[in-house]
């Protein structure tokens, strides 16, 4: 007897990051607004570049207390590139995430050189950003939440988190590429594996004081891949 085949249920929008289309879409009747969270360049003040290896890697904490962070919009300007998306296209570019059609070369090479020049280093793609990672809590916090669920990719595992135990945490469990959302279901911070920003989606409220942070709401023709798009 043949066995069924297994199919995974639908993820849940309130716990998962799209893989491609337009954001708001995906988050339809789930979240009002998304923010596009732009993970900054990371400059090494007292720490060595030399040191940002996978076997030397520095922790978290260090790097929120020995790196600076670079806004996109001052790598776009010292690179010479024409905008933040270049700058997206360009990163993405770097770790061969788009098609050959997509990619831009020229892009990724200016900011190589700058990166290499400069002393800088790219965000890491698919990641929470090291620099960002508890000022994003302590916004959760500031909302009223002290618990959160992180999850993985698919939405199929999760665990609970006092969000304060979260903070400075060095290889735990939001190292990696995982999604982040509180037990109520009215925030969820999410990256996607080829880019070097994050996604924080709630209310429009809710994300009012966010923007303090570099990046861009959503509107609803913001694609995941929304550099290369018109």
Known sequence: MLKPERILPVPDASATCPTEGKVLKYYEGVFEA????????IKPVSVGKEQFKPETYPTRSSI???CEAVSWQEVAARAGLPSIAAVDIGLRSMILGLSEELSNQKYAGKIESLVESDNILPPLDGCFSDLLHDRVLAHIQE???EWVWVGDDFGTERKLYWIEDLKGQEAGPTRDHHNVFTPDQSILWTTHWDSHFSFLCSSRNNLSNIQALE???CTPQTEVYWSVRP
């Open 215 to 217: 990046g861009f709401f």
């Open 34 to 41: 998304a923010y596009v969270l732009l993970h900054p360049f």
């Open 143 to 145: 909302l009223g939440h």
């Open 64 to 66: 929120a207390k020995k």
